[in-house]
């Protein structure tokens, strides 16, 4: 079972990109699945979810309005669509995905222990 993340690079302040997350060796159509991130010296962060069926989706509020988390089961994918960057998202990516039983409110989708399967990482760094 494997999550790949890509799509990470250099970005200047204002600029977008678009991370994606390719979800091998199961369906994870009844998956939740998300994104965190962990700044240089900081903490892991959450950053957006998305549930199973695409009803629910979750934001940190720095990045409420910027950034837009979707996926495509056809493909077992999630992708994070990121505006307007700013220095602070600087950060390493991780993709991370959970059976939705293992959800049983809105805010388990916001906690790093709910996610059980994480993606190897990929560096976003965005320079002012």
């Known amino acids: 079972v494997q999550l790949q993340a890509s799509g990470g690079g250099l970005a200047q302040a204002g600029d977008s990109l678009r991370l994606s997350c390719a979800g091998a060796?199961?369906?994870?159509?009844?998956?939740?699945m998300g994104w965190f991130r962990r700044p240089p010296g900081k903490e892991r962060e959450f950053v957006a979810a998305?549930?199973?069926?695409?009803?629910?989706?979750y934001y940190a509020d720095s990045v409420k309005g910027r950034f837009t988390i979707s996926r495509d089961n056809a493909k077992n994918a999630v992708y994070l669509q990121m505006n307007l960057l700013k220095p602070d998202d600087t950060a390493v990516y991780y993709c991370?995905?959970?059976?939705?039983?293992?959800?049983?409110?809105?805010?388990?989708?916001?906690?790093?222990?709910?996610?059980?399967?994480w993606g190897q990482g990929t560096q976003v760094t965005v320079s002012s």
């Open positions: 998305i549930s199973w069926n695409q009803i629910g989706r």
């Open positions: 991370v995905a959970t059976l939705y039983s293992r959800v049983s409110g809105a805010q388990d989708m916001y906690r790093a222990t709910t996610y059980d399967l």
């Open positions: 060796g199961r369906e994870f159509s009844s998956y939740h």
